[in-house]
């Protein structure tokens, strides 16, 4: 039987493993909601999603109160089914970013239980295309190192092998941002990827300038240059600069990136499990990329994303931002700079529960 009889939820506040800035904010700490369920068949799931500093405990109301009671007596191999109830469930508080993570945390926890039940790794039960997946830096980029961090940290990237590393941009001045992408494109030579990321600091004409003044250095993507509600403003922007751009970590709903795609503002997909509201979106966002042959290149999470970009054909990048080691007894194994999705079944994250209740948040 696969019946669901105990659903739990706890806060756990992480702390980053290193100074994490960009143009509008800092990475506080991690909050991360974890869900456990278990089953009649004796196995439980785990599943997670995350704040950057603000909201855990909303997230947690919102399970505890209200969706993890409802769990009880259900058939934990109904993902879909529990998703769509849930969410139906919650349609007062839909589309948020609240919402999303806590749906999120459920709906992994019962992918955890669907792939260990099946005896099959993530990557392979929701697509199995490839394994092995390029990988980029950021922790190098952030916005508060010098040029000559950048410019070293980019040509460490390189040494390990890894495909290319992320620029955060977002100065007061566009010069000041290409003069470092600059220095950095000098480094590292015309073959190694250079992804900018401006995080939604940007107006139009202040992003149509700064794609301007960055195009000379041939970034590999211009990254939310504007607040994520302007899909018009992202289609002009798309329509006047050479450079793809990015959106999709600031989307909480499938139906957000459709609007994106058909209006050709968006050449790359950067969906967030943990925001989206879960795996089973996820997937949906990445297949619907798919038909308007867009690369999926997910934003942060990438001891779960490995996973997923694994799983699907247009899967392109995991973001290499490592997070949860100071809770987990293993990490993202990283081989000849490619991103190695792990093969033990279920969604591939080997929890450290003495270490998460050190950490947990009363």
Not at 127 to 142: F, M
Not at 203 to 218: H, K, M, Q, V
Not at 307 to 314: D, E, H, I, K
Not at 320 to 332: F, K, N
Request: glycine residues 8%; charged residues 20%.
């Amino acid at each position: 039987m696969t019946i669901i009889t105990k659903a739990t939820a706890l806060l756990a506040d992480i702390a980053v493993e290193t100074d994490r800035t960009d143009a509008v904010q800092s990475f506080v700490k991690q909050e991360t909601i974890l869900v456990t369920l278990a089953t009649t068949d004796g196995i439980e799931g785990t599943g997670y999603a995350y704040t950057i500093g603000t909201g855990g405990t909303s997230v947690l109301a919102l399970l505890r109160d209200h969706l993890l009671p409802l769990l009880a007596g259900k058939d934990a191999r109904n993902v879909e089914g529990l998703w769509q109830e849930l969410f139906g469930l919650t349609r007062a508080t839909t589309t948020g970013a609240i919402t999303s993570l806590a749906l999120a945390a459920i709906d992994t926890a019962l992918w955890d239980l669907r792939c260990k039940r099946a005896g099959e790794p993530l990557w392979r039960l929701a697509g199995g295309h490839r394994r092995e997946i390029p990988v980029y830096d950021t922790e190098g980029g952030w916005l508060h190192l010098g040029t000559e961090e950048l410019v070293a940290s980019a040509l460490a990237a390189k040494e390990a092998r890894f495909s290319g590393v992320k620029i955060k941009v977002g100065k007061p001045r566009a010069a000041e941002d290409a003069e470092r992408l600059r220095a950095v494109r000098e480094a590292v030579g015309p073959a190694f990827h250079i992804m900018t990321d401006a995080n939604q600091s940007q107006s139009l004409s202040s992003a149509i300038r700064l794609a301007a003044a960055l195009e000379p250095y041939d970034p590999y993507w211009l990254e939310e240059p504007m607040p994520a509600d302007d899909i018009s403003g992202h289609a002009r922007l798309a329509r006047s600069t050479r450079i793809p751009i990015a959106v999709g970590e600031s989307m909480y709903a499938p139906m957000q990136f459709r609007g994106y795609l058909e209006s050709g503002a968006a050449s790359v997909v950067q969906v967030d499990v943990a925001r989206v509201g879960g795996i089973t979106p996820w997937l949906k966002v990445a297949h619907l990329a798919e038909t308007f042959n867009v690369q999926v290149c997910p934003h942060f999470l990438m001891e779960l994303h490995v996973s997923l970009v694994a799983a699907v054909p247009n899967g392109a990048y995991v973001e290499y931002i490592p997070q949860l080691r100071a809770v987990t007894r293993t990490e993202m194994t990283v081989r000849d700079g490619l991103a190695v999705a792990p093969d033990e079944p279920g969604i591939g994250i080997d929890w450290d529960l003495d270490a998460i209740d050190l950490r947990r948040v009363s």
